[in-house]
């Protein structure tokens, strides 16, 4: 098992530009999460999907779409990049029973 | 919300004990989470407690929580220059999907 994915390892983007990050696990997990991580900050929870088909505001969701493409995908979307943004992204995914399991982070750099 | 507190940085010799502590806010919390960071790399979990659980022992890894205080804290025994990294401690309150993280800790070595 590759556990969770994530692509890409690293970004910059100008202020105003769009992307998707990819994230993918093959652990049949019900659960998805998109984290952000900034320094003395710890982790905070930008979206969640419950299961497939369902996606839910976490803590700081705004400049954030995301869509739970299939069981095993969720993305996230910046559609215009802000300097705010810089980061570090996680996902993560969940079985219905058990802990959270981390993907290596996408780190992004908005210019 | 909940709240979760660690102080940011902790510096120990090779082979003492370290303690790391964390404070949260919500007496409804049901699960308590240690986890690991290492550089560039995603959270890993190390351990977690039940809220009905005072201690929770796992190889060189003991837990303590205090729920009067709501003080939770992970001693690692005989500390290791591979146990370098940021320690996350995490708690599960309102529901499975609400796992609210701490700030981490950095926890360096020396050798």
């Known amino acids: 098992n590759a556990g969770v994915t994530q692509t890409p390892k690293f970004q910059v983007l100008k202020t105003g530009q769009s992307m998707t990050l990819q994230c993918a696990q093959d652990m049949n997990h019900n659960s998805m999460y998109w984290y952000r991580q900034d320094p003395g900050m710890g982790l905070r929870l930008i979206y969640y999907s419950a299961s497939e088909g369902t996606t839910d505001k976490g803590e700081v969701p705004n400049g954030y779409n995301v869509s739970r493409l299939n069981k095993r995908e969720f993305s996230l979307r910046l559609e215009s990049a802000a300097p705010s943004q810089t980061s570090v992204y996680f996902c993560a995914s969940r079985p219905l029973t058990d802990e959270q399991y981390f993907g290596p982070g996408t780190r992004l750099t908005v210019t | 919300g909940e709240d979760v507190e660690q102080s940011l940085f902790l510096s120990v010799r090779e082979g003492d004990s370290s303690v790391i502590n964390c404070t949260y806010t919500?007496?409804?919390?049901?699960?308590l989470y240690w986890y690991k960071q290492e550089p560039g790399a995603g959270l890993q979990l190390l351990t977690y407690i039940f809220s009905n659980m005072d201690m929770k022992q796992d190889q060189r890894l003991t837990v303590l929580l205090n729920k009067k205080d709501k003080h939770l804290s992970l001693r690692i025994a005989d500390t290791q220059t591979g146990d370098s990294a940021i320690y996350f401690c995490a708690v599960r309150s309102g529901g499975y999907q609400k796992v609210t993280f701490g700030t981490g800790t950095k926890l360096q070595v020396i050798p």
């Open positions: 919500d007496s409804s919390s049901t699960y």
